[in-house]
């Protein structure tokens, strides 16, 4: 077990190596969009990940306030909405690059970057809270709130944002609403490989960030 | 707890005059910087209702904070806790907030509509959509306020915290206001809009106990 925790990181990085590698040399790229369309294989795993990071955080406070109040719970949830923040901001620089290319501007108001603003928007007023509340048990009670709160009124961005533009440039997700696949298999694989590696490489970040967090923690407080 | 606040709020009378005349005041700079010609009808009836809810939603973020916290300043939250369950205490502030938004609402939709001169084709519609979303502001306004009450710099941290989450609701109150004027059916937007309110609603009795008691 313990050698497969230190094996982790260099099985990760070989991993997210062969993606980048099959991203530019084995997968083909989409007729009509030049070599843009190579993007998607890092953007899409990138917003992904910033969502999965977000509920992770909601179901973390969730579990805090109705589970004990466990502090790990709550410094959990803050280190999701960390990772969530960067990886989301990451995914919106790159979309917006490629908004640049593909439609001539960097920001279009589509409802994704709607939605994707207000969630970051949303998280950073998270982390405002918590810097501006000194107490650690007021502090992962409040935050916590706000979380859950952020669960009840994200559905709406979802559902409202699209119907409001009325239509959207954004090329449909992989699995759509007809749920079928409408991608060159290779391009498919290298896809799935690479959100698989980018969801192995939240949770090791995840991870490590709270371990940080707890040995921070147990040394202010023997400190004293 | 209802009562209990209405006696307060008329004993120093500070949020409705204050907030009536914060909202008449940014009216006022709206009208104003609209210039004397207005804006054209075409373009009036798409602007003007999102700048009607702009109004509102900044009276509030101006206004309605004060509810939890003036508790915690005057230290009376102590007292409150000991005195009243907090699904009691939750609804009361929520009604207090609501009577205060549609106060508000009443005093400057008239004046707003008649500076503007703005007709409306459907006026039952367009108290309705007042009404729906003048509720989704204060509940979700209300559940925020209880939470930056605990922690520092309360004022700015309400409106980063708030505008989020209530940003949804903005969008489909101006899309009901906007049909409202035109006289088109109020569609799916009402639907979703009621949907909100209800979901905040519960979100907001579900997490207050775990946000008000230590």
Known sequence: ?224 | MFAKEWRCELRTRYALSTLGLFAFTTLVVVSVSLGPLGLMKSQGSAVLPILFWIILLFSVAAGLPRAFVQEEESQTAIALRLAATPSSLFCGKLAYGLTVIFALEALITPIYMAIMGLSVRAPGQLILALAVGGYGLAAGSTLVAAIIAQARSKGTLFAVMAFPVLLPLLLLAIELTRNALGGEPSGVALSQLLLYDGAVTIAGLMLFPAVWNP
């Open chain 1, 1 to 224: 077990m313990d050698s497969l925790k230190k094996a982790l990181p260099w099985m990760l990085w070989m991993w997210l190596t062969a993606v980048i590698l099959g991203a530019f040399l084995y997968a083909p790229a989409a007729v009509g969009f030049r070599g843009s369309s190579r993007i998607l294989f890092f953007h899409v795993p990138m917003a992904w990940v910033s969502f999965l990071a977000f509920l992770t955080a909601g179901v973390q406070s969730l579990r805090y306030l109705y589970g004990g109040r466990d502090r790990r719970l709550d410094r959990s949830a803050a280190a999701a909405v960390e990772l969530g923040l960067a990886f989301g901001v990451l995914a919106t620089v790159t979309g917006a690059m490629w908004a640049k290319v593909m439609w001539g501007a960097y920001w279009n108001w589509d409802p994704r970057q709607t939605s994707i603003l207000v969630a970051l928007l949303f998280y950073a007023a998270y982390l405002a809270l918590r810097a501006a509340i000194e107490d650690g048990e007021i502090r992962a009670r409040l935050a916590g709130a706000y979380a859950v709160l952020g669960l009840v009124v994200a559905p709406f961005l979802y559902f409202v944002m699209p119907r409001m533009a009325e239509f959207t440039l954004h090329p449909e997700p992989v699995v759509n609403t007809a749920g079928k696949v409408d991608m060159d298999g290779k391009m498919v694989l290298v896809l799935m490989a690479s959100l698989a590696g980018f969801t192995v490489l939240f949770y090791w970040m995840h991870n490590l960030c709270c371990r940080i967090q707890d040995l921070t923690d147990r040394t202010t407080r023997s400190r004293g």
